[in-house]
């Protein structure tokens, strides 16, 4: 399983664009990447999936460089309520890794302040 | 469409005692996945259900088993609780490998 590192936290403020940068160094040829977002008290939230070079959807943007060693969730203009723990989980489509379970690392916990 | 639904959403049990948990998934997805996440350990996956089959499991031991019925829900089922077991538990949908999962809001477990 290709492991993945995040940083344990980040902060910024409202208005600002985020960055989360996860590694991912030995990611396999057909593994994906996966981010989650989990608001406390709630179960995950799929935010967006890639394979290669830059994916945009109406939340988020996934950057990722053509040696696929690492990815970076770009969150525009965040709000208080993108305080959350943002998952990074790379893995077969839509599976994170883990035969069929979801493997999930301890996060980056975003805290947005006003 | 009704999302994932676990019942109940807190539950507070007593060394010893055992527990049931329930899970309705999204209409028409076949696969059920169960969770347990705690502070120390994070999010960690338990077993997943597949049209009634066991496909999968972590590695937790015998204590924790589950089941699902022909309309695809789901229990879990907790033994002999010891303090440790306190956690949230959640459970996640999906039509099969390979499709989104999607998790409902868990069930807040307390061992006391």
Redesign the interface.
């Known amino acids: 399983l290709a492991k993945t590192t995040q940083p344990i936290s980040m902060d910024s403020y409202e208005g600002q664009e985020v960055n989360i940068t996860c590694s991912h160094n030995n990611i396999a040829t057909n593994d994906y990447i996966t981010w989650y977002q989990q608001f406390p008290?709630?179960?995950?939230?799929?935010i967006i999936q890639g394979y290669k070079t830059k994916v945009t959807n109406e939340v988020a943007s996934l950057f990722i460089p053509a040696d696929r060693k690492s990815s970076t969730l770009s969150l525009p203009r965040v709000s208080l309520s993108d305080t959350a723990v943002y998952?990074c989980l790379v893995g077969?489509?839509?599976?994170g890794g883990?035969?069929?379970?979801?493997?999930?690392?301890?996060?980056t916990h975003l805290i947005i302040q006003p | 469409k009704a999302g994932v639904t676990q019942t109940p959403r807190y539950l507070i049990k007593t060394r010893g005692q055992q527990v049931t948990l329930s899970c309705s998934p999204i209409s028409g997805h076949r696969s059920v996945s169960w969770y347990q996440q705690t502070p120390g350990q994070g999010l960690q996956f338990l077993f997943e259900y597949f049209s009634e089959t066991q496909r999968n499991k972590g590695n937790f031991p015998g204590r924790f088993s589950g089941r699902q019925f022909s309309n695809s829900r789901s229990e879990m089922n907790v033994s002999t609780l010891e303090l440790g077991d306190s956690a949230l538990y959640l459970c996640a949908s999906r039509y099969d490998k390979n499709t989104e999962a999607f998790f409902g809001q868990g069930t807040r477990l307390t061992v006391v």
């Not at chain 1, 008290?41 to 799929?46: A, C, I, V, Y």
């Not at chain 1, 077969?92 to 599976?95: A, Q, R």
């Not at chain 1, 883990?98 to 996060?107: S, V, Y």
């Open positions: 008290s709630q179960g995950p939230r799929f998952y077969p489509l839509y599976s883990g035969a069929d379970g979801l493997t999930f690392g301890k996060g």
